[in-house]
């Protein structure tokens, strides 16, 4: 039903997933590729890795230099 289409965001080709649970109940949801996925997990970074930060890991590698532990 339109509806429906409307309240999941489906266009003409999109693709759906039907789950028909044991009591008789049925889940329809949008069948998202992969990439919709991106970014819904939070990463267990506290914060972004600076280009400053690079700079000194790419030229510690190098140089050969072991990393420091703890240092982010």
Known sequence: PKAIREHLRLK???RVKFFVHPDG???LLPKLPA?????????RRRRPVTIGEMTEA????AAGVEPRAGRR
Do not use: F, N, Q
């Open 12 to 14: 003409p080709g999109d």
């Open 35 to 43: 990439a919709a996925l991106r970014g819904i997990i939070k990463s």
């Open 58 to 61: 790419a030229a510690e590698g």
């Open 25 to 27: 109940s049925v889940v």
